[in-house]
């Protein structure tokens, strides 16, 4: 290399160097401060990052009391998109704790608070149509699950669509159910939403398997069972053995079935879910019983008592 | 030759010389500024003290006397019975507030604050402490060894109360004995008094039948009258030590009471700035580019399949 060269690309390099330097300090520096939040409306976001803390590990008491005090700070400033934030929050866990009425009256007080055209409210419509299909009003849960799809147009829209194939399959109608799970399918793979994803496979599962397609329900809850797996949801692996189980039962493999529903069975009692748990030893002791072993199926019906604590429903 | 003269270069001789004289001033300021600083300057004198461990004294360590430091620790060793000596160097200009009755206390500054040695002043009529003489150590309590002896203590008064409550439920004990005596009293009484209904419907001489009844009646009488004051007695040392119990109970309280709300304000005060500083973090290059982004508006995640 000439010395003409070499000096050209050192004065190149020497030009660069700063400009490189400048360049990542702008970026450093870039940016405005954020706006201050008033201290209340911070006050009241802590307390709602609190209460999705303590539902995360599964506190819902505790969930309950930090939702029930954001609202109370949001409402002191009339701040309606926070107090609507905490009303569905609130829905949401009482739901899940079975206080359907509470849940109801919590998801009415938000909805006035929520013009169609807000961003939360496909979410408080997903809400009220899980607490109508929670209370078996299919009409209005039906109603809201429609909503709630024609208004999400972002990465929940395969949630709300199961939703509502969920919703059809109940009512017998298979073929919508089956458009919908297979768009829900779609959404929640572009969107990466892989317990959605799970959900949609054991949907088209349950079509296939009121279909009496056996074949292909066993190959949609056999990729369902894999993703729960993969996201570790006991739950939902519960949910797909036992879905596989009533497959197996229904094509006469008892063995394979009592299989099925021992792993679930397994599964729900290391997972902390006796109902689950419950309703696998309930299909064993069915199959022992068809099987004519009554002794095991005593023996499963008096487990299953034992779990429910005798709040028995069949 | 001719030698070229730059009239730039006219006067850099002396130029050069300020600046290494100013360079060298600097430097002797500076070694001056750090020897003050440092106490390097001031006279000292070495003083001593015993304690059984040497956990939490380290080398270096301020020594202080009402909140000023008057020294560091300068050197912490083991001795014949393998105590650890800690010796300390002090700013001697300090020497006469540290008398014979002045104690050595391991302190620590605060919440989280730094541990220093702090002497106390000690009383106008004791003698100044000569160099390198030992001062007495004086552990502080901390709130697990109250909590230990307060513990002890308690352990005590239960270990009497239980048994008390052993010796008088105790079947073959004074008190259940008396009990046994006062109801065979009781029940000769009444059968003595039958008797002595009979003897006044008869009017016969049996008086003599009463006799051994009160004989019991004296006997059980004297039995209660011995008995009873060992009893009271006892009951007595189990009152007066709960009674000190509880007074040390208060004491350690009124103590130790004090403390918890600075502390509990001080904890709070730390988890508020420590919050602040990782809010401000979160915001900053390049911390803001691997916080992931809060879950939208804060909703409980939704699943379709509950």
């Excluded at chain 1, 930090?66 to 949001?74: D, I, P």
């Excluded at chain 1, 939403?193 to 296939?208: V, Y």
Aim: glycine share 10%.
């Amino acid at each position: 290399m000439s010395r003409r060269k070499r000096r050209h690309r050192r004065a190149v390099i020497s030009l660069l160097l700063p400009c490189a330097l400048l360049g990542l300090g702008c970026e450093g520096c870039s940016g405005s401060p954020p706006a201050p939040v008033p201290p209340v409306k911070e006050r009241a976001a802590a307390r709602n990052r609190q209460g999705l803390s303590a539902e995360a590990r599964g506190d819902r008491d505790g969930a309950l009391a930090a939702f029930g005090e954001s609202l109370k700070l949001h409402r002191s400033v009339e701040d309606f998109p926070g107090a609507a934030v905490a009303l569905v929050n609130l829905a949401r866990v009482h739901r899940l704790r079975g206080e359907i009425p509470l849940a109801k009256e919590k998801i009415d007080a938000a909805d006035p608070l929520l013009p169609p055209g807000s961003p939360l409210f496909p979410e408080m419509a997903f809400e009220k149509a899980m607490i109508g299909l929670a209370s078996g009003d299919l009409p209005a849960a039906k109603e809201w699950a429609t909503r709630a799809v024609d208004t999400e147009k972002g990465d929940a829209s395969g949630r709300m669509l199961n939703l509502l194939a969920r919703i059809l399959l109940l009512e017998g109608r298979s073929d919508e159910a089956q458009g919908r799970a297979e768009g829900a399918l779609a959404a929640n793979r572009n969107a990466g939403a892989r317990g959605e994803e799970a959900n949609s496979l054991r949907l088209l599962g349950d079509i296939a398997t009121a279909r009496m397609d056996r074949g292909r329900a066993g190959e949609f809850y056999a990729a369902s069972l894999s993703i729960d797996k993969g996201i570790a949801n006991s739950r939902k692996i519960a949910a797909d053995l036992r879905a596989l189980g009533v497959l197996a039962a229904g094509a006469g493999d008892t063995g394979k079935a009592l299989g099925f529903y021992a792993r679930a069975y397994d599964v729900s009692v290391n997972g902390d879910d006796p109902r689950g748990a419950a309703s696998a030893l309930l299909e064993m002791a069915r199959l022992y019983e068809k099987t004519g072993a009554p002794e095991k199926a005593q023996s499963a019906r008096r487990e299953r008592e034992r779990l429910l604590g005798g709040h028995l429903t069949d | 030759m001719k030698r070229e003269k730059d009239p730039k270069f006219r006067h850099l001789e002396a130029i050069v010389g300020a600046f290494v004289l100013a360079a060298f001033a600097a430097i002797v300021s500076l070694v001056l500024f750090l020897g003050i600083e440092n106490d390097l300057f001031s006279e000292k004198y070495p003083l001593r003290f015993r304690t059984d461990s040497g956990a939490g004294f380290t080398r270096g360590m301020p020594v202080k006397l009402s909140g000023f430091r008057i020294g560091r620790i300068q050197k912490i060793s083991l001795d014949d019975q393998a105590k650890v000596v800690v010796r300390m160097r002090i700013d001697r200009k300090y020497q006469k507030w540290i008398r014979a009755d002045s104690t050595a206390t391991l302190l620590r500054e605060g919440l989280v604050g730094d541990s220093v040695v702090s002497i106390s002043v000690g009383s106008p009529g004791s003698r100044v402490l000569p160099g390198d003489d030992f001062l007495p150590f004086m552990p502080e309590k901390d709130l697990s060894r109250l909590a230990f002896e307060l513990s002890d203590s308690v352990k005590t008064v239960l270990l009497e109360i239980r048994e008390t409550v052993a010796y008088i439920n105790d079947p073959k004990g004074d008190l259940q004995q008396t009990l046994g005596n006062v109801r065979r009293l009781s029940a000769n009484m009444e059968k003595s008094r039958h008797r002595v209904d009979t003897l006044l419907v008869t009017a016969t001489g049996t008086v003599a039948r009463v006799d051994p009844v009160m004989d019991n009646l004296a006997t059980a009488i004297d039995n209660v009258g011995r008995r009873l004051p060992v009893l009271l007695d006892r009951m007595e040392g189990t009152l007066s030590n709960t009674e000190r119990i509880s007074r040390e109970f208060l004491k350690a309280t009124e103590k130790g009471g004090p403390r918890i709300p600075p502390l509990l304000r001080g904890t709070e005060e730390l988890v508020e700035d420590t919050d602040t500083i990782v809010k401000g973090m979160k915001t900053m290059w390049p911390f803001k580019k691997h916080v992931p982004p809060a879950n939208g508006p804060g909703i409980v995640p939704g699943d379709s399949h509950e």
